[in-house]
């Protein structure tokens, strides 16, 4: 049995979804904050264009994903993860315009992970409840953790001061707070094991997609 899928079978996992979602942030995420480019780009050892492209790729990725939450506002469960106020796409399409000017949308293409990924996003979140949560808490949760860290980090490697790196400021949200809440609000989603498990497997791909991204990212500049 995979690694990764280990925590289906193990009858003394935690009970509570939070729980058992915080076991799987907590070995994914170390992946991808040791991640060779992430680890290059907070310390400044890549030039500026290289986080302008992860800043590209993210933005195919949040178009998809901010789609989903339009599209899955009627459903019971899924409506209870859409916030507006965590959409990224306004402050992505701000940083872009600043790294690559008014002409942005014609400068950046997406990846093959990140076709990959979004891929999976429009066949995964736009229509089951636990595949949307899935990959709305994998990011947006991501953001309000790990990438406040890394924003702080290209912040100062890169001397950015009020542009720039608006994607990682959520205004007038308290990180901590916010993923307590969000924590708060699984637990009482009435999921049946079964569907807990399909919300599980589906935080490890998103998990995997990502890395696949800052993977196929390092090897376009080394």
Do not use: K
């Amino acid at each position: 049995m995979p690694p990764t899928m280990s925590f289906l079978a193990d009858s003394s996992a935690p009970t509570l979804l939070s729980d058992r979602l915080r076991e799987i942030n907590l070995r994914e995420s170390a992946g991808s904050r040791q991640s060779l480019f992430v680890t290059h780009l907070a310390s400044g050892q890549l030039p500026l264009a290289a986080y302008a492209e992860l800043l590209s790729q993210y933005w195919f990725i949040y178009e998809s994903l901010e789609l989903a939450a339009t599209a899955m506002t009627d459903d019971p469960v899924a409506r209870r993860f859409v916030y507006p106020e965590l959409f990224r796409l306004p402050a992505l399409e701000s940083d872009l315009r600043f790294l690559f000017g008014s002409r942005w949308q014609s400068r950046i293409t997406a990846l093959s992970a990140t076709t990959t990924y979004c891929s999976r996003i429009r066949s995964a979140a736009f229509g089951r409840a636990t595949e949307y949560v899935a990959h709305h808490c994998t990011r947006y949760l991501g953001d309000l953790a790990g990438g406040q860290w890394l924003g702080q980090a290209v912040v100062e490697a890169y001397g950015f001061r009020r542009e720039g790196f608006r994607f990682f400021v959520f205004e007038g949200i308290d990180p901590p707070v916010f993923r307590a809440r969000y924590r708060e609000r699984l637990n009482a989603v009435p999921w049946a094991r079964r569907q807990q498990d399909a919300f599980l497997r589906e935080v490890s791909a998103a998990y995997r997609l990502n890395m696949d991204l800052l993977a196929e990212l390092w090897r376009g500049w080394t």
